[in-house]
């Protein structure tokens, strides 16, 4: 499979369009509706233009809040005219709550854990992207990889794309980050080769996860409190 959803933003390294995947009826997914990505605050004014250029009306950022504190997005407080920003901590109020409460699973089981220990996090960010108006919802954490990595799943999931595709949306994240982040941690290179593995099989056992214990993902994001008017408003978008 050639993979051609790769976003030009400066300085972004994860960003990419969640349009032209395959459904299963044969059509693709609508381009212009979400985009996934990395964390915005290294943006420079020319990828602030660039994101507006492109249409994103929509800013949903998914990091604790800590994080946003820390590393603020260039678009909180930002009195932009067409560019609305939402925080929706995914995992909870804290890092070290989310980490306390989870327990120890490896990558390949990772995003089950969320689906069952951060549905409030999960609905509140849907909700979010229900509820957005016109133009295109982008949404982030940190490295793009694991928060913003299972909403996509679930939206592409949602809209009926081939699981290799969702997974593949999935693991092309590993080749996005992999240089950048040699780069930045030269004397770390075995733990950022895992930190930064997506590894596909964590998808293919999510989407198990959510058939057997859900009965698949609409019903999953019915039973994490979203109506039927918000799945299908999230559905059409793509």
Same mark, same amino acid.
């Given at each position: ?94 890092? $070290? ?66 699981? $290799?595709?969702?997974? $593949? ?70």
């Amino acid at each position: 499979m050639t993979y051609s959803r790769h976003l030009t933003f400066p300085l972004l390294l994860n960003a990419r369009d969640l349009g032209n995947c395959p459904r299963h009826d044969g059509t693709l997914t609508r381009t212009g509706q979400f985009i996934r990505a990395d964390e915005l605050e290294r943006l420079t004014s020319g990828g602030i233009a660039a994101l507006s250029d492109y249409g994103v009306r929509t800013i949903l950022d998914l990091r604790w809040p800590e994080e946003a504190a820390q590393r603020p997005s260039i678009f909180q407080g930002l009195q932009h005219p067409h560019i609305n920003y939402v925080h929706v901590s995914m995992l909870g109020p804290s890092e $070290e709550r989310w980490r306390a409460q989870r327990p120890p699973v490896v990558k390949e089981t990772w995003n089950n854990v969320v689906l069952d220990l951060a549905q409030t996090g999960l609905r509140d960010g849907l909700r979010a992207i229900a509820q957005a108006t016109a133009g295109t919802v982008l949404f982030h954490c940190y490295s793009g990889k694991d928060r913003t990595g299972i909403l996509a799943a679930l939206l592409l999931d949602l809209a009926e794309v081939q699981p $290799e595709f969702i997974a $593949e949306d999935y693991a092309v994240t590993t080749e996005r980050l992999r240089e950048a982040y040699l780069a930045q941690h030269p004397d770390e290179h075995e733990a950022i080769l895992e930190s930064v593995r997506c590894p596909p099989n964590n998808i293919y056992n999510m989407l198990a996860h959510l058939q057997m214990h859900y009965g698949g993902t609409a019903n999953y994001l019915r039973h994490i409190g979203l109506s039927d008017a918000e799945i299908e408003q999230i559905r059409r978008k793509l």
